[in-house]
């Protein structure tokens, strides 16, 4: 079956940096576009970043632009979220996801920007 795992989250200062990764299972990982998504407290959950089943092709909110870089390793079936210069607002649960006849989703990882 379908499995995400991501992990590397964590509390950070505002200003500091993460790095999530997310390993993918039970599905051709080469042929579909990965995304990460987020959700705070109280509020919707929203598409961060976005990347093209081959890599060349990405897409970011505004909020993340210079900030977050999603990139993919198809060798190793996992898909990476850098994020750098950290705010607060960040704070969220942070959900890798894939369109597969249905949005399927991996846990979370929380990440907790405080200082």
């Known amino acids: 079956q379908v499995q995400l795992v991501e992990s590397g989250g964590g509390l950070v200062q505002p200003g500091g940096f993460l790095r999530l990764s997310c390993t993918a299972s039970?599905?051709?990982?080469?042929?579909?576009?990965m995304s990460w998504y987020r959700q705070a407290p109280g509020k919707e959950r929203e598409l961060v970043a976005i990347i093209a089943s081959s890599g060349d092709s990405t897409r970011y909110i505004d909020s993340v632009k210079g900030r977050f870089t999603i990139s993919r390793d198809n060798a190793k079936n996992t898909v990476y979220l850098q994020m750098n210069s950290l705010k607060p607002e960040d704070t969220a649960v942070y959900l890798c996801s894939v369109n597969l006849a249905g949005r399927k989703w991996g846990q979370g990882t929380q990440v907790t920007v405080s200082p």
């Open positions: 039970g599905f051709i990982f080469t042929n579909y576009a």
